[in-house]
């Protein structure tokens, strides 16, 4: 056990320094600019927490049966056989099914899968389905009990990727479903609040209406940031305007 733990944190090491050289290689010019690369920006610091909570897993041995990966190579899929007898590949068809709204082919596959699954991340359809503003599968989700209180690995949940999405009508749902079902004031792993990301990410829309519900302004994330802060720190004009008139 101990030697397969060793082996592993060595293979992560060096596909570590393997990432860290070709990024020193990389050419320091970029063709991304403005929304684009603040885009990248928050892409990053998304997976960043990500991968520290994986990294955690790993430290306290925690195994993962085997992983298997969508057509895009995005979403991984854990696979517990001992837990059901839904498939690697059925379940990535589903989550993958509910990020991009093809509500009839998530209903033909829920019957081979738990409605649970996670992709690698600990995201499940309901935060993929949250996240690209696909209300008829959420819907459907909370028909069959869906957990709308689920977090991934970061700490993320459902009503939070709706908000890291700019997806106002997910917000919206979500947010009539009352708190026992679907807690819209809870922070993930940074401390942000759904109007961190709002703001972090310049949705100006739903950085207005999440105001309008009384979400706090003041609020603090773990590096001492509010969403005014994060929307100055990424150049969210629009966003700022609104909050500095606002606070």
Known sequence: MGSAASASHASIDLDLQKVLQI??????????KDADLEELKAHISKY??????????????????????TREENTPVEYDPSKN????????????SCSEGHLHIA???????????????GGTAAMFAAQGGHVAVLKF?????????ARDYGGSTPFLEAARGGRLASIEYLS???KDICDISVVDSQGWTALHAAACYGYLDCVQMLVQKKFPLDKLD????TPLDWAIECDRLKVQNFLEGVV
Do not use: H, W
């Open 107 to 121: 209903k033909a596959l829920l019957k081979k899968v738990n409605i649970e699954c996670q992709s690698m991340s």
């Open 85 to 96: 007898t839904s498939t690697p590949e059925n379940e990535k068809d589903f989550i993958r």
């Open 176 to 178: 009539s479903l009352g």
């Open 222 to 225: 773990v590096d001492g940031k």
């Open 141 to 149: 989700l909370k028909e069959n009990n869906a957990d709308f209180q």
């Open 48 to 69: 960043r927490q990500t991968a520290v909570m994986l990294n955690e897993r790993i430290n306290t041995k925690s195994k993962v049966k085997s992983v298997s990966q």
């Open 23 to 32: 990024e020193q290689q990389r050419d320091t010019n970029s063709d991304l």
